[in-house]
Each structure stands twice: as C-alpha cells, then as structure tokens.
C-alpha cells in the first residue's frame, strides 16, 4: 500500500459535521455499506435538503470518504479514521503549528497556515522576526536562503507562539461554534482547520502507469477544473482494464460522475502528486504540538522515504502512529527544537 502523510487545510462546519458523526455511527453499528436511502434518511432526519445530501455525497466520494455510486455506497477506511480524528485531536488545535517545509534549488521555504485557534496576536509576533502574513490566504511564511536561516526561522516561530499555546478542553462541535464563523443564515458554523492526513491507495503501485496517465492526460478531478473521461479513454492493456476500473473505483482513486464518464478523485490527485513532484526528497510536514507543558512532533508518512532516513529518525525517537511519526517525549521546548533541526539536518544532507 502507497501512503503519505501531509498536512491536511480543510474546511469543516456543523452541519457537515453532524451528517460526517452520523456515517460514523452507521458504521459501527452497522457495518461499511451503507445505501442512498440510508443517507438520504439520515440527512432528513437531521433536516437537511435533498440537494444539500447529494452535494455532501458527492464531496464524500471526492475525498475518498465513501466509495460507490448512485444506490450503494461504502463508508471507507479513511473516513472512519478523520472522521473519529476530529475529536480525539480537538484537544491540539489551540496549542499547534503545522508546519510544511519545501526544499527547493534556490532557497527553502516553511509555512503554515493561520487557522481557527491560533490566536491574531500570535501571527502578528511573526511579523516580528520577519515572517510574511498574506491574511487573504491565511498563510505564514518565511523563505530561507540557507539552512542556517531555516534554523533561526524556526526558532522564532516557535518562541513567539509558545506563550500562545494551550489545550483546548472542550468538544469539536464546541470548537467549531466558539472558533469558526457563524453563517448568515442559520445556526450553522465554518472553520479552516489542519489536519494530520493520511492518503493511501491499495492500487496505486500496481496501476502507476495507468493512473500516471490519466493524471498527464485529464490534469485534475473535475471539482479541480479537470477533465472526466470514459472506459475507452483508460491506456492499459485490455486485459486489466476492466479490473483497473473495478479496483480503482473501490479504492476511492476515481469516481463516477455519469453512467459512461469517469474522473480522478482529490484523494488520488494528492497522491500522485506527491510522486510526481518526489515529495520524499523535497518535503516534510512536520507538526508541532504542546500538552500538559511538554511537547510532540508529527512527521508525516511518506512510503518513498529513503531506509537510512527512516533509522536515522527512529534513532531520534521517532515511532510510526497511524500513518504519522511521532516524537512525544520532549519536555522542554528545547529539546523539540533541536529534534526538529536534526530531523531537517538530515534530510538536507542525505535525502535531497
């Protein structure tokens, strides 16, 4: 199975919400499948529009949440597990920095975004040490001439945000009503949020060329501006094709939009992107956490890293956690730094 990890901007809100608790349900109590009707009662009873269901339909199956189409469907694996990660890491959101770090020729750059939680004051104290703020995108950054750069960057993003950090102690519906916006109409409430993804495909590796090939020829999922494409369109040879479009449905890599048209999902395009584009060697989503006055790092997955990568970070103390390294016995905001510059260290030096 191909994985990565990444960090994950998403918008969540109450009413997704509730109808994303709901399919959780379904699924514990009943089992995976769960049928249009299923859906449709469960919206309804939750006093949502026929179009309004089909609309979160549709996005479930872009993002990999269900698989199926039209009368049946599938509540997937990464469903259950974001769906359930909304509340059990509700606790980080006011006491986190998601960092995304990208190694390019002439220079690195580190970002994050400024999401519901952080506190305006604390992206303010980048401003402070030099750090932009693009309010519009909602992103921090810094660009980096040289690793020594990186370091003091890094330095002072982590010293101005640690006076900010806190556990957040309530509920995720709670979070969403005190931190997000509050919609015009209706009780409803909205929030930019990160995440700690998880993509993974079970057909990727043994479909690359084809799924290389839709993704050169069709660009993106339709919901991205890309283009659909039909059963004749697929490049491979004819005696897999049929099995290609049974298990590439299954996985959640492509889904049905017509009876006859197909497109590729947001779920693959991230994961073929992440190939293309050798996110192995030129990427690391790094998360930075705060708990009970220690600290944690997140480092995402990525099923491309290099052997002597993986021992030297299991050497740092790093252990594999639902599809994520973590470090989570630093006690002092010193020792989450140097661990976080020694695991950058060497992905400069020996992974690039």
Known sequence: MYSVGLNLFQNVNTKRHMLYNELLKWAVQHGRFISAEDINNIGVSLGYSPQYIHNEIIGCLYANFLTGSERSYFVTDRAVRDFALYESEVIYKTAEIPYTISFRPNDIKVSFYHLAGMSPDMAKEHKTVKWSWNQSLKRIMHHCKTFGELEQALLDS???????????????????????????????????????????????????????????????????????????????????????????????????????????????????????????????????????????????????????????????????????????????????????????????????
């Open 158 to 352: 982590i010293s101005v945000s640690n006076p900010f950090w806190a556990e957040y102690s309530g509920e995720f519906i709670d979070f969403l009503k005190e931190y997000g916006q509050k919609y015009r109409s209706g009780a409803v409430y909205s929030a930019d949020m990160n995440f700690r993804g998880l993509f993974q495909s079970k057909t990727l590796e043994k479909y690359s060329s084809t799924y290389m090939m839709l993704k050169k020829r069709y660009i993106n999922p339709v919901d991205w501006g890309g283009y659909p494409f039909t059963y004749d369109d697929i490049e491979c040879e004819p005696s897999i094709k049929k099995d290609f479009l049974e298990e590439a449905l299954g996985d959640g890599m492509i889904r049905c939009i017509d009876n006859d048209k197909f497109t590729l999902t947001g779920h693959s395009s991230i994961l073929i992107d992440a190939i293309i584009n050798r996110y192995h060697e030129k990427r690391l989503s790094i998360i930075v956490r705060k708990k009970h006055d220690c600290y944690s790092l997140w480092l995402g997955s990525n099923s491309n890293y290099s052997i002597p990568f993986l021992d030297y970070i299991t050497t740092l103390g790093f252990k594999l956690n639902d599809g994520w390294y973590v470090h989570d016995a630093l006690k002092t905001m010193k020792d989450m730094y140097k661990t976080m510059i020694c695991l950058c260290n060497f992905f400069v030096r020996y992974v690039r």
